[in-house]
């Protein structure tokens, strides 16, 4: 398995003090920051663009992790691109030509991610592996930050976990919704070595030992 990555989303952050709150979750020992972009069309909510993250870029060296919600995909994937994203993800009901928009990711220099919703199919992983830097499992419907677990992601979790191991390939398993000290353990047996947490960071009143609390459960 890879290096476990905690990758905080500052979709729970305190916006009125975005920089402080990313420097400050690296700071305790973070490495990602997961970057939750929404557009009151593919999901009932909205959030922030492009113009953020060229904002938060130069505030910290860790990868900045963007996970688009938005319908169409591919003007946001240059425009993340440009504003500095390492990771670009999006949700294959959300492009008309799913093979391009990830050709796109790696063409503007970033990594590639495809997201499955809950009752998305794995099936539409199988013809793009080759395309593939990044799979992530969404625990919860995408919209809003602090839903509960969705349980079974962990089964879908073991089944990918099956895919990528026997494709031999290079890529990362991310889980993203619901993770908390007290599941993340499961979630990693289940073979996820990536994990978006919201409001169980952002939400705890000491952001290094959530962090540390969540790494011991994933070592033990
Ligand atoms: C949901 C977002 C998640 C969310 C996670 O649509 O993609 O990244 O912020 O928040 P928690 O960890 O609170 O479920
Ligand atoms: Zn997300």
């Not at 663009?49 to 240059?78: F, N, Q, S, W, Y």
């Not at 962990?154 to 919704?177: H, M």
């Not at 353990?185 to 070595?193: C, I, L, W, Y």
Request: proline share 5%; aromatic share 6%.
């Amino acid at each position: 398995m890879k290096p476990a990555i905690i990758a905080p989303s500052i979709l729970s952050a305190d916006f009125a003090r975005l920089g402080d709150e990313v420097t400050a979750v690296i700071e305790a020992g973070a490495d990602w920051i997961h970057f939750d972009v929404m557009d009151n069309h593919y999901v009932p909510n909205l959030t922030i663009g492009p113009m953020i993250c060229k904002a938060i870029r130069p505030v910290t060296k860790a990868p900045i992790d963007v996970h688009l919600m938005v319908k169409p995909v591919d003007a946001m994937i240059e425009a993340f691109a440009e504003a500095g994203a390492d990771w670009i993800s999006f949700h294959p009901e959300a492009s008309d030509h799913v093979d391009r928009s990830l050709d796109l990711i790696r063409r503007k220099g970033c990594k590639a991610g495809l997201v499955l919703n809950p009752a998305t199919s794995v099936d539409c992983l199988e013809w793009v592996m080759d395309r593939l830097d990044l799979i992530l499992l969404m625990s919860v419907n995408p919209g809003f930050g602090g839903q509960a677990f969705i349980p079974s992601a962990l089964a879908k979790a073991r089944r990918v976990r099956e895919l990528i191991d026997a494709s031999g390939r290079d890529i990362r398993l991310e889980i993203d919704g619901g993770v908390k000290t007290d599941n993340i353990r499961a979630v990693a047996e289940a073979g996820v070595d990536t994990f978006v947490a919201g409001s169980a960071i952002y939400g705890a009143p000491d952001y290094r030992a959530v962090i540390a609390a969540m790494r011991g459960e994933i070592a033990a």
